[in-house]
């Protein structure tokens, strides 16, 4: 159940994230560029830059979250395991109730008795 949970935990931020840095860009987009004028290979190379700053931010703060949560994941299934490694091994408890445990001590017993018995002769 938790295991499920920080996978749509994960799921929620990427796509959160993912609209983060669309808004981002449109933001820097937006930024008012006469549309007769010509970019210089500097203005162009900043502009390039800042786009591609705005990308890796982005996805190093996805990486980070999928990363934590899948570290979150596999603590949740190790402590499940370290919980069913550690869990008492209960009484065995009889299925037929205590007849039908004396019944098959009686049985194992003749069986042995016969065995010893041809072992004899």
Not at 57 to 63: F, G, N, R, T, Y
């Amino acid at each position: 159940m938790a295991e499920a949970q920080k996978h749509i935990h994960l799921l929620l931020l990427k796509e959160s994230l993912q609209l983060k840095r669309e808004h981002m860009l449109q933001k820097f987009l937006e930024v008012p560029v006469q549309q007769s004028r010509v970019l210089k290979r500097e203005e162009l190379e900043n502009f390039i830059n800042e786009a591609i700053h705005i990308q890796t931010e982005s996805l190093k703060e996805v990486l980070q979250c999928e990363i934590q949560a899948i570290y979150d994941i596999l603590d949740l299934k190790l402590q499940k395991k370290t919980l069913n490694l550690n869990a008492p091994i209960p009484f065995p408890l009889s299925i037929a109730g205590q007849s039908g445990q004396d019944e098959a001590l009686k049985f194992n017993k003749a069986r042995k008795e016969k065995k010893a018995k041809g072992k004899k002769m």
